[in-house]
């Protein structure tokens, strides 16, 4: 399926910087509200519907010369138009 990126962007920020802009995102998912992206000239609006896929991933980038680069994505995914959600796997816990 081709894949259309309505909104990207990349930058340093503080752990707490980051922290921050989660929870905003977080109080909008939990108020059922839209959430609204800017950055620049960019921005999008999304609906998440009640019950989004949640998907959580950590990974380790290895180049060719040796160096390596760990991330973790957190991902909302639904279909558009859908208003729950039907994912797979065990329940998710953070500590």
Excluded: C
């Amino acid at each position: 399926m081709p894949e259309e990126v309505l909104f990207e962007t990349e930058n340093t920020q503080s752990r707490t910087e980051i922290a921050q802009y989660l929870r905003t995102v977080a109080d909008k998912l939990d108020g059922g509200g839209s959430i609204t992206l800017n950055a620049g000239n960019q921005s999008v609006t999304l609906d998440p519907p009640t019950n989004p896929v949640f998907e959580v991933k950590a990974e380790r980038e290895t180049s060719s010369s040796g160096s390596s680069e760990l991330s973790v994505e957190f991902e909302l995914e639904w279909k558009e138009g859908d208003s729950g959600g039907n994912g797979s796997g065990g329940s998710l816990e953070i500590e």
